[in-house]
């Protein structure tokens, strides 16, 4: 039997889905996909446990403004995708997102575990795998094109976590296999190229977005990848290729400048495109963001003997401080009945838009234009920042055997995002019992966008030159996108401890346009005096009285680049005793290494007690060198006793010495305690 083209295939499964359009093809166990949808698009994700994470995109409604392209597909794969996929290297090898697959796209691979299977989570699908020490997300959502301005892209995202404790070299790519509706050949538009063989583009010289369509006459769908601008993460590379060379290759694949897009093996033309973001050192508990765009493209066509479509941004930024260049692109196609003579195109700028380059021109020739042909230019334009508001501009076709043609599109400059910082955090700290309060110190920021576009990649970094972070807190934070009059609140837990005095702290916020930074904030911190003191006596009772059992903790507070500390306790053996004697003197929270898997045991030696002196001697204890703690905060010793007799007496701390890292000594004030037994 002869083996058959993938879009052959995809005919008959569509023919024998409406023949049997009343009879289920998949129990809900084993329903393929999993989607969401909106009125332009919709993104399906695979849920069989072969190909299980990968995904497909087609239309719902389409573009509003034409009819025809309802219900079609732009990635190949339908209700199963299986043909596009995601490569993750780590170090030299190649793991593949999602289940593993038994057919030709990335089957040799290596796969993970699944962690999260797809779900759908705020409108969003979200999936999860383990790939060797990397832990990726993907999440399929909406997004505003940068073209049409709707919300009739899907945004690809990935998340690569480093969770190993050693760092690693990551890097992603991302294959998507395209297709117009049943088109599976189109080329690929750049500016003012048509991609009809291989072909790669690198991060120096990427486009914004790229365009394909099959005719302006009869467009049936126009797709678009989008390589800068919004949320999307350029690509160091992008390869456009056959399918069946790029998917052959899980990393590398045969590439040969100037081969059509017939696929690999067989004989359909059938183009993909393989974006690359190169590997990059991924340390310990960092993770790195990888977003692409892809959808329908926004193109005003204009019909005629000479049919024009032009295509830009719906949206520039500018203002006197920041203008925004962007590329304006017209398709030209000779839709009459016979060749068009001397084709010009002349690009007409309202009052508020410039070309880039005074050198350049707004009048294009072409020559001649046979029938079906389809010439396309671009022109680099920036706004003068004089104006805001939504502008017209125009290209006038005109060819001296043929009527002219005057496209026109608008486009809206606004003024760029602009980020307030409202940081906001405590003037003083107070001391309660020997320590700082509040501990940690929280400093909030709240940033709003106040400015008239979008803000995009925003992240926050918090400069605390004399305070250390809290444990799990980090000085860098991602505040993602933040929309005209939209704010985000993000908080910091800072831990002043050994340090004293009027002490400042700021934050820089930084976006895809700027960088902001706000005035220091500055909070007095007290001085507390490192101390070595006899605790409050614990008992479970509300006082100590004869006969009973009660604890004494031996503190030390405050105490800055804490080793070691070695002491003695007196006590008056007429009124106190210690009956188990070392039984009952328990090793002091300083000399316990708590964070850890497991609790491990400091160097401590077990304290010699004589009830007939009331002294116990030879308290000794040694955090180590590498183990000495920045400020110490807890006990040296806990010694049980049991009260005597009623009466006053005394608990005293001889001969105490307390050690630095270095071993050198360390002034603390000593503090005694009177007991009063009942």
């Known amino acids: 039997m002869p083996t058959l083209s993938r879009l052959s295939t995809f005919l008959i499964s569509v023919m024998l889905i409406f023949s049997a359009a009343a009879v289920p093809c998949f129990s809900q166990e084993q329903k393929p996909n999993l989607e969401i949808a909106n009125e332009y ?173 099959d005719s302006l006459s009869n467009p049936q769908v126009i797709s678009q990848g989008t390589l800068a601008g919004g949320e999307v993460t350029p690509p160091s590379r992008v390869y456009f290729s056959n399918w069946g060379s790029i998917v052959d290759g899980l990393w590398d694949f045969n590439y040969q400048p100037g081969r059509d897009f ?92 410039e070309l880039l380059s005074a050198s350049d021109s707004l009048k294009r020739h072409y020559g001649n234009l046979a029938v079906g042909e389809t010439y396309q230019t671009s022109w680099q334009v920036i706004p003068t920042g004089a104006v805001t508001g939504d502008v017209t501009y125009e290209v006038l076709v005109e060819a001296t055997n043929s009527e002219s043609s005057l496209a026109k599109r608008s486009i809206q400059i606004v003024k760029p995002d602009f980020l307030d910082i409202d940081l906001i955090g405590p003037l003083f700290l107070s001391v309660e019992n020997e320590r700082l309060s509040p501990l940690p110190m929280e400093v909030m920021a709240k940033v709003t966008n106040v400015g008239g576009a979008t803000a995009y990649n925003v992240q926050a970094m918090l400069h605390h030159p004399l305070f250390k972070l809290a444990k799990g807190d980090a000085a860098l934070k991602k505040l993602g996108t933040i929309h005209p009059s939209d704010s985000v609140t993000v908080k910091w837990h800072l831990d002043p401890t050994g340090i004293s005095g009027q002490l400042m702290y700021s934050l820089d916020v930084i976006s895809d346009t700027d960088r902001y930074s706000s005035k220091p904030n500055e909070v007095f911190v007290p001085y507390i005096e490192p101390k070595v003191f006899v605790g ?78 009331g002294v116990v001697s030879g308290i000794v204890g040694d955090r180590g060198g590498s183990q000495a703690v920045d400020s110490a905060y807890g006990t040296l010793i806990t010694i049980h006793f049991r009260a ?24 603390v004030r000593v503090i005694d305690r009177d007991i009063v037994i009942e």
């Open 41 to 213: 698009i919709r993104i399906i994700i695979n849920t069989l446990e072969e190909n299980m994470g990968r995904f497909s995109v087609g239309t719902t409604g389409g573009d509003p403004d034409r009819v025809g392209d309802e219900h079609q597909h732009l990635i190949y794969g339908g209700e199963e995708p299986w043909t596009s996929y995601t490569t993750v290297r780590i170090g030299n090898q190649n793991w593949v997102f999602g289940n593993p697959t038994n057919r030709r796209a990335g089957k040799t691979g290596l796969y993970g575990q699944v962690v999260q299977p797809p779900t759908i989570v705020d409108d969003s699908l979200v999936s999860s795998w383990q790939l060797g020490p990397i832990l990726v997300t993907q999440t399929l959502s909406f997004t505003r094109s940068i073209t049409s301005g709707l919300m009739d892209t899907a945004k690809i995202e990935y998340q690569l976590l480093n969770t190993d404790i050693v760092s690693h070299m990551v890097g992603m790519r991302l294959v998507l296999d395209t297709m117009l509706g049943y088109n599976d050949g189109a080329p690929f538009r750049l500016t003012d190229r048509a991609i009809l063989t291989d072909t790669v583009f690198y991060s120096h010289e990427m486009p914004a977005f790229w365009q394909a369509f």
């Open 262 to 353: 017939m696929r690999a093996g067989e004989f359909d033309l059938d183009s993909a495109i393989a974006l690359y973001w190169d590997q990059q050192p991924l340390r310990p508990n960092e993770s790195k963001n990888y977003v692409a765009y892809y959808g329908l493209g926004g193109v005003t066509i204009t019909p005629g003997e000479l049919a024009v479509a032009l295509t830009a941004p719906w949206q520039v930024k500018a203002d006197q401080r920041h203008r925004e260049t962007f590329t304006i692109v017209a398709y030209i196609e000779n839709t009459g009945k016979g060749e068009a003579r001397d084709v010009t195109a002349t690009l007409q700028l309202p009052a508020g838009l």
């Open 536 to 613: 409050e006596p614990q008992t479970s009772h509300d006082r100590v009285a004869a006969g009973q059992y009660f604890s004494i903790p031996i503190w030390a507070t405050n105490v800055p680049d804490f080793r070691k500390a070695e002491l003695e306790v007196s006590y008056d053996p007429q009124y106190l005793e210690i009956v188990g004697r070392s039984l009952d003197v328990t090793r002091g929270t300083l000399f316990v290494d708590p964070a850890l898997a497991q609790t491990r045991l400091l160097q401590w030696q077990t304290p010699l007690v004589d009830n007939y002196k």
């Open 644 to 667: 005597k007799k009623s009466g006053n007496t005394t608990i005293r701390l001889d001969n105490v010495s307390v050690y630095d890292s270095k071993l050198l000594p360390i002034d």
